[in-house]
């Protein structure tokens, strides 16, 4: 099942031009993955080379750097577990 997710994500990066990204895990690797936004929403999300996925939707679009910060450790510490 964690292939298939994988190989749909690698797809879907191809397809779609790449926007994800790189981010460092705090417990080593990386995720792979983009966040967005919608008036009145922000996620965050992605999937790590084996598999693990998380994803985060907050219901607030947050100007701060920090607020945003704690939502990207939310990922991280889903993807970390």
């Given amino acids: 099942m964690r292939e298939q ?3 749909g994500f690698r ?3 191809r397809q ?7 981010v460092p895990l705090s417990c080593g690797g990386v ?6 936004s919608f008036p009145g929403y922000e996620t965050r999300g992605g999937v790590t080379d084996d598999g693990r996925a998380a ?4 219901t607030v679009q947050p100007a ?3 607020v945003m910060s704690r939502v990207e ?7 970390c577990r």
């Fill in 5 to 7: 997710a994988w190989q």
């Fill in 11 to 13: 797809s879907s990066r």
């Fill in 16 to 22: 779609r031009g790449g926007r994800r990204k790189a």
């Fill in 31 to 36: 995720y792979w993955g983009h966040g967005g």
């Fill in 55 to 58: 994803n985060v939707a907050v």
């Fill in 64 to 66: 701060d750097k920090t």
């Fill in 73 to 79: 450790g939310v990922v991280d510490t889903a993807l």
